[in-house]
């Protein structure tokens, strides 16, 4: 009789777990380049400097409960390297060779776990994260903590991040025979469209 129970019990619970587990809708979206945006903002002994992105992909796949966020399952984010343009050639050439785009193609962020998930209003959302950031072939773990809102439509993400560029191997990039020195800290800002 105790067995018959506990089985009762087992059976109700899975039910209800079942029943949970369908509200859940899995969910991917692609990145929209046009309508997405990436800069990198730096510093010289001059003046300031930015670079923005004109080629970027990737896509974030998540778990919505009736329209509502409830985990983000993947985020992966591409940036062409030599897409990155200051607007003068002579910047963009010393970049490229800084961060070797002969050899490395691509920046590439992964995501690797979801700290917190804070509501806000309106498909609003505060979101903690850590994920793999590769530079130049180089491979570090960074905390990335970005906006996240839920359209219809679409899901967008907006954020930035500080990091120094020789913790990737990437020597900051001089002009005017080292005349001009930028320093080793960027900025990077994104606002980054994802459509399903």
Known sequence: MKSYCTLKVLIAALVVSFGMNINLNAQS?????????????????????????????????????????????????????????????????????AL????????????????????????????????????????KDIALNFNLSINPSNIILKGEHNLNMTDYGVEPPTAMFGTITTGETVTIKFETHFNK
């Open 29 to 97: 979206y692609n990145l929209n380049n046009k309508s997405s945006s990436l800069v990198v903002d730096g510093t010289s002994n001059i003046h300031d400097w930015t670079l923005e992105a004109e080629s970027t992909s990737g896509t974030i796949s998540v778990e919505l409960d009736e329209g509502k966020l409830e985990e983000i399952n993947a985020l992966r984010f591409t940036v062409e390297a030599e897409a990155l343009k200051s607007g003068k050639s002579g910047m963009d050439k010393n970049t490229y060779k």
């Open 100 to 139: 070797n785009t002969d050899k490395h193609k691509k920046i590439t962020y992964q995501l690797k776990s979801v700290k917190d998930i804070s509501a806000g209003s309106n498909g609003n959302y505060k979101v903690k994260t850590t994920g793999s950031l590769e530079i130049a072939g180089v491979k």
